[in-house]
């Protein structure tokens, strides 16, 4: 496992999806940042409160956006959040729905995964690591589009 943020940026991607944060997670900002609202407009006035809603959830909001993991796979490469491996080192590519998503967190062996799950998405994918040098014996991560990703990984692995 390479922990850059590039990959070879001379390779056509074959699938990107960024991680963005769900509805739920924006709703909890706006939240939280409304109270805070509150609590400064309530002593300095409204217009205070309702400037410190709108820089505070600005910048809450700009940052969960920018700092989203994204999932890039070339046809020699998958990155997922700062890790990047060879398309040689994955072994089996297992798309996992709720169910074994919940089942998979619990497992003793997921305290040396590697682990890029968001909340609010409710499937991902589970790759085994095949190379002896990686400390993860396997990837999980979450997707929007877990059988997309499986179909890419399987047909560049047979290639």
Known sequence: M????SVNLNENVVYREKLFPGL???AFILFMTASLGIAFGKPYGA?????????SSSIFLAGAILQSPQIRIT?????VGLATIDISHIGR????NPMKLADARKSSSSKIAYFVLRPGIKSSVVLEIVDTKDPHPFWHFSTRRPEQIVRVLNELKAI
Do not use: K, P
């Not at 217009?47 to 820089?55: C, S």
């Open 2 to 5: 390479n922990l850059s943020r």
């Open 24 to 26: 739920g997670f924006a």
């Open 47 to 55: 217009n205070i409160g309702w400037l410190t809603f709108t820089i």
């Open 75 to 79: 046809a020699r490469q998958i990155q």
């Open 93 to 96: 590519v297992e798309n996992l």
